[in-house]
């Protein structure tokens, strides 16, 4: 069974740090691309950053360019986000997902149950 | 960045109704849509993928269609647990979310 399971979200001061991490199991990790999407209370989807299956390559969103990293270690199964310089308008659920790749088609077809961050003094 | 937007915004319907809900792209993106479902405190789920592929698992009373800047999504037959927010997502260029349909019942 495919599960993708997030932690390290909480509460954090305007200006601190965290690290999200993502637990993938029940696939071969190693060979899917990876995303963190992001939706702030009572509001919609919204896509953050992208990292091909081998960490090779990385794309953000405006919005977190320069704060926000995205990494993944295969041998651990797992996908990270360094959250630096937080904004209160980074409060939101971060979900992490999966996306398989068929050819130039692809999908979120596995989704984390998500991790709060709240940014608030 | 392409925008996508949703229409309605919010539905209302009845068991047993047929509805459709349209997402209209801000330029053309082919076939790289694909519609989520999202019940609340829940993740989203992937219900439609690539416009009209039916994802697995997913009940056939959900279809979708369209192509270029024009996709709907249609729920044939509304059944008690469909009532939730629906999103179109598209990954033509950087991934963007339509604003969100919420189904709820009349």
């Known amino acids: 069974e495919v599960q993708l399971v997030e932690s390290g979200g909480g509460l954090v001061q305007p200006g601190g740090s965290l690290r999200l991490s993502c637990a993938a199991s029940?696939?071969?990790?190693?060979?899917?691309?990876m995303y963190w999407v992001r939706q702030a209370p009572g509001k919609g989807l919204v896509w953050v950053s992208r990292?091909?299956?081998?960490?090779?390559?990385?794309t953000y969103a405006d919005s977190v360019k320069g704060r926000f990293t995205i990494s993944r270690d295969n041998a651990k199964n797992t996908l990270y986000l360094q959250m630096n310089s937080l904004r209160a308008e980074d409060t939101a659920v971060y979900y992490c997902?999966?996306?398989?790749?068929?050819?130039?088609?692809?999908?979120?077809?596995?989704w984390g149950q998500g991790t709060l961050v709240t940014v608030s003094s | 960045d392409i925008q996508m937007t949703q229409s309605p915004s919010s539905l209302s319907a009845s068991v047993g109704d047929r509805v459709t809900i349209t997402c209209r792209a801000s330029?053309?993106?082919?076939?790289?849509l694909n519609w989520y479902q999202q019940n609340p405190g829940k993740a989203p789920e992937l219900l439609i993928y690539?416009?009209?592929s039916l994802q697995s698992g997913v009940p056939s009373r959900f279809s979708g269609s369209g192509s270029g800047t024009d996709f709907t999504l249609t729920i044939s037959s509304l059944q008690p647990e469909d009532f939730a927010t629906y999103y179109c997502?598209?990954?033509?260029?950087?991934?963007?979310f339509g604003q969100g349909t919420r189904l709820e019942i009349k």
């Open positions: 997902a999966r996306t398989p790749l068929l050819g130039t088609i692809y999908y979120f077809d596995y």
């Open positions: 029940g696939f071969t990790f190693n060979t899917f691309w």
């Open positions: 990292i091909n299956s081998d960490g090779s390559s990385t």
């Open positions: 330029q053309s993106i082919s076939s790289h």
């Open positions: 690539a416009a009209s």
């Open positions: 997502q598209q990954t033509y260029s950087t991934i963007t």
